[in-house]
């Protein structure tokens, strides 16, 4: 099968959110199983010292060039804000990827699409290329990483996409008078899926939908979840080297060199006996960070210590600034993006906290189960899908109290040595690798293919 994946981001060309992560891993799996798979991606100045274009085996990465729209140093967004002509910079890759297949005679049978970026090609092939013979076999499929980014431009904008006015209206791109471009995406898609199975049936709803719900609930029987995959080879104890010491399912005991190790780069009292509780993470709402800095004086008195690694909205910032210096022997604060810190954080920490309000797949939480970190959830999208009791802490109700009553339930076991061995032991079974993903994919580029 012929797989041409187009996303504005890949690993390890250029990231900003894990939809680079899956656009970087998801083809070397195909690839592993059989699919002839080429990457196209904008080439964006990050990527121009960059030599090499064969990921895998032999999987070809096209770059579109225009040195006005993507030789800048963001990828979607300076200083002052998103760029201000996003939509003819995004219009120009979509209808180039289209033009580019056919440059390089690849007759792709799938086009695999991500989020707004990309959402126009398929807008572009269902009207503007479907009658064009290269074009008419090839069916499309939209990964919806997170709903809350859609592509919103001015309506007056309408022009410059170069398709019928028809179009815009409310059963085409229009959305309250605007141009959504995942709207389009999700209209001419021949499938369309998400980054976990309860996240599909959550962006039905209202509540985390953004406005998109009826439409998502119209096209259900074409929408499904798979979960991403976790790139072990970057994810494991066994062979991590920014960890003091590593350790596997064998030698567990050694993740307490890992403990003691986070307790003095953290500036913590350093005791085994003392719980850990991590958190890396983005600081935004989404992440959870309003219930979690209204809990904050409840869980600095269990005695617990707590470990925080992000960066983000400035407001939690401050809020976790205050309570560092009214907790210094207890809460660890360190505002920033730091990678070796976050390996640490997850081989040191004996639960991982991540009481997102919404995730539609998540990696920290199928990070920690492989570090024996026990991962303390929300539970909602990708955090339903991959913790349970047996692995983990749920609680299904958002409010600070039951975060509270989690983490102190969470506490209690920890002092329970054979409950706390059994629930590290499954989460350490736990298998979320790429293979397995990759080949629900491949299932569902086979159901698009019959459509
Ligand atoms: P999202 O993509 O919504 O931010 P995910 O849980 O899917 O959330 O992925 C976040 C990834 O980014 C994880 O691998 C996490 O370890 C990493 N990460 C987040 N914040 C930081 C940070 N401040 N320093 C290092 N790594 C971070």
Same mark, same amino acid.
């Given at each position: 099968m012929k797989i041409a994946m187009i996303a504005s981001?890949?690993?390890?060309?250029?990231?900003?959110?894990?939809?680079?992560?899956?656009?970087?891993?998801l083809p070397i799996a195909l690839e592993d199983l059989g699919c002839e798979v080429v990457i196209i991606m904008p080439g964006y100045k990050c990527v121009k010292d960059i030599s090499y274009s064969v990921v895998g085996k032999k999987i070809?990465?096209?770059?579109?060039?225009?040195?006005?729209?993507?030789?800048?140093?963001?990828?979607?967004?300076?200083?002052?804000?998103?760029?201000?002509?996003?939509?003819?910079?995004?219009?120009?890759?979509?209808?180039?990827?289209?033009?580019?297949?056919?440059?390089?005679?690849?007759?792709?049978?799938?086009l695999h699409l991500h989020d707004w970026q990309s959402s126009l090609v398929s807008v572009y092939l269902k009207n503007l290329y479907a009658r064009q013979p290269f074009y008419s076999r090839m069916k499309s499929i939209l990964t919806i990483h997170n709903i809350g980014?859609?592509?919103?431009?001015? !309506?007056?904008?309408?022009?410059?996409?170069?398709?019928?006015?028809?179009?815009?209206?409310?059963? !085409?791109?229009?959305?309250?008078?605007?141009?959504?471009?995942?709207?389009?995406?999700?209209?001419?898609?021949d499938l369309?899926?998400?980054?976990?199975?309860?996240?599909?049936?959550?962006?039905?709803?209202?509540?985390?939908?953004?406005?998109?719900?009826?439409?998502?609930?119209?096209?259900?029987?074409d929408l499904t979840g798979i979960l991403n995959g976790l790139d072990y080879s970057i994810w494991d104890p066994g062979t991590d080297k920014f960890i003091a010491r590593k350790f596997s399912k064998r030698n567990i005991e050694d993740k307490a060199y890992n403990k003691e190790e986070l307790q003095r780069v953290c500036s913590l009292p350093v005791a085994n006996e003392i719980p850990v509780l991590g958190i890396v993470s983005r600081l935004a709402e989404q992440k959870g960070f309003d219930i979690l800095t209204?809990?904050?004086?409840?869980?600095?008195?269990?005695?617990a210590q707590l470990v925080i690694l992000g960066t983000g909205n400035l407001k939690y910032h401050q809020i976790l600034k205050k309570a560092a210096k009214k907790y210094p022997k207890t809460l660890s604060l360190n505002l920033k993006f730091d990678d070796p810190l976050a390996h640490k954080i997850y081989a040191g920490s004996d639960i991982f906290l991540m009481p997102s309000s919404y995730e539609p797949c998540?990696?920290?939480?199928?990070?920690?189960?492989?570090?024996?970190?026990?991962?303390?959830?929300?539970?909602?999208?990708?955090?339903?899908?991959?913790?349970?009791?047996?692995?983990?802490?749920?609680?299904?109700?958002?409010?600070?109290?039951?975060?509270?009553?989690?983490?102190?339930?969470s506490l209690a076991a920890f002092r329970d040595k054979k409950k706390w061995g059994s629930l590290i032991k499954n989460a350490m079974q736990c298998d979320f690798s790429w293979e397995a993903s990759a080949k629900k994919y491949i299932q569902l580029y086979e159901k698009a293919k019959e459509k």
């Open positions: 981001e890949v690993v390890p060309f250029a990231k900003t959110g894990g939809l680079a992560d899956v656009a970087g891993a070809k990465v096209y770059f579109v060039e225009n040195a006005l729209y993507f030789n800048r140093d963001g990828l979607y967004m300076d200083k002052k804000g998103d760029y201000k002509d996003n939509l003819e910079r995004f219009a120009f890759f979509c209808r180039k990827s289209l033009d580019l297949l056919k440059e390089i005679n690849f007759s792709a049978d799938i980014y859609q592509g919103l431009f001015p !309506g007056e904008d309408f022009p410059k996409l170069g398709l019928d006015k028809n179009l815009f209206n409310i059963s !085409g791109l229009e959305f309250y008078n605007r141009i959504n471009l995942l709207k389009g995406g999700i209209i001419f898609s369309i899926n998400t980054v976990s199975p309860t996240y599909a049936l959550e962006i039905q709803e209202a509540k985390f939908g953004f406005g998109l719900e009826g439409l998502l609930k119209q096209r259900k029987k209204e809990s904050l004086p409840e869980i600095c008195k269990t005695g998540g990696l920290g939480q199928i990070i920690s189960l492989r570090y024996g970190t026990i991962p303390l959830v929300f539970k909602t999208g990708g955090l339903a899908d991959t913790i349970n009791e047996d692995n983990g802490f749920v609680f299904s109700s958002y409010t600070k109290d039951e975060l509270v009553k989690a983490v102190k339930r």
